[in-house]
């Protein structure tokens, strides 16, 4: 952030401008039409919410930095990804990293696919037996769709099934459209009957 956007991100008029941002958006999902509305009553959203997403980070009010970062999303994409994937590399104690797993898969950055790869390659081992955290990064990483997550998810649907659960050598399969192809079985590969 350069100076000049420092000095006015911590100006009380931009504060209090944040504050009344935030004060709309606590409570839930911050979908589009909710974005909307509270650009249209705090006009500056649209321009000041990356810096405000980068005042909450260094403050480390995370709580605060997801709802702005689900505000950002519909009203100032351009931008974001980066900010989100500093975060998630990092990971502070306090931070959803589900949620921003869940954006950065929104927002189609290829900046989230180094570091969601990497929380799939770190909790593969423990988030078992159903993988709910994996399968929804492996998601995100579908949705990405850039060449580097594709070629994650084929290694890890073609991976050694000693390296890989087989539920998210499944889901990887899957996302590609491939699962077929290789000759999987959804009910064995995910314990169904």
Not at 28 to 42: D, H, S
Request: glycine content about 12%; hydrophobic content about 45%; proline content about 6%.
């Amino acid at each position: 952030m350069s100076a000049e956007s420092a000095g006015t991100a911590g100006s009380a008029a931009d504060r209090a401008l944040l504050e009344q941002a935030d004060s709309l958006v606590i409570g839930g999902y911050v979908g589009a039409e909710r974005a909307e509305e509270t650009a249209a009553a705090v006009p500056a959203a649209r321009q000041r919410v990356l810096d405000w997403l980068r005042i909450t980070s260094a403050e480390g009010d995370w709580r605060r930095f997801e709802r702005l970062a689900g505000l950002a999303l519909h009203v100032h994409p351009d931008g974001l990804g980066p900010i989100l994937a500093t975060v998630l590399v990092t990971r502070p104690a306090g931070v959803n990293t589900e949620d921003l797993v869940d954006l950065l898969g929104e927002l189609r950055a290829p900046e989230g696919v180094e570091p969601v790869a990497a929380l799939v390659r770190e909790r593969k081992s423990t988030d078992g037996p159903y993988f709910s955290f994996c399968v929804k990064a492996i998601q995100a990483l579908g949705e990405i769709g850039t060449p580097d997550a594709v070629g994650f998810l084929r290694g890890v649907a073609t991976g050694d099934p000693a390296a890989w659960p087989d539920p998210l050598r499944w889901h990887a399969a899957e996302e590609l459209g491939i699962e077929d192809e290789l000759g999987f079985d959804e009910d064995r590969m995910l314990g169904g009957p």
